[in-house]
């Protein structure tokens, strides 16, 4: 017998990595979309949960407050999240509810240097809280 494998014990070998492989790739592609408004919900659905709610950020206030004493706000508004909220109605849910609330994750003040007075800029983001009922 020659030593090493054969070309047959290599193919088979091959074959084992490239499926172990592909498994390792779906796998974490189904965690990436459980970590998801819309993977959360499904999960939830086949649980036979009553309720669900799903937080999307909705805009992002973002600023800049120079050292003359400026300041410039920026809101960028987030797209996609009524397509994310019918793709959740899609799968058995009825939405109930909303309320947004604007949650500030920093500010910065600065003094004028001509004059009186200070520039603020608040950052933050609004997050849409959205509760849905099950509706089976």
């Given amino acids: 017998m020659p030593w090493g494998k054969s070309d047959e014990?290599?193919?088979v070998e091959a074959a084992q990595r490239k499926l172990q492989a592909q498994q390792a790739e779906e796998q974490r592609a189904r965690e990436a979309f459980l970590r998801t408004p819309v993977g959360q919900a499904t999960?939830?659905?086949?649980?036979g949960d009553r309720f669900f709610e799903a937080q999307?950020?909705?805009a992002q206030l973002k600023g800049a407050a120079s050292a003359f004493g400026s300041s410039d706000n920026t809101v960028r508004r987030h797209a996609g999240a009524p397509d994310t909220l019918g793709q959740i109605e899609e799968i058995g849910w009825r939405l109930e509810h909303v309320s947004h609330a604007f949650i500030e994750t920093g500010a910065t003040t600065t003094n004028r240097m001509l004059g009186t007075g200070q520039g603020m800029v608040t950052r933050g983001v609004v997050t849409g809280f959205y509760l849905f009922r099950n509706a089976d």
């Fill in 56 to 58: 999307l950020d909705a």
């Fill in 9 to 11: 014990e290599k193919q």
């Fill in 43 to 47: 999960e939830a659905k086949k649980r």
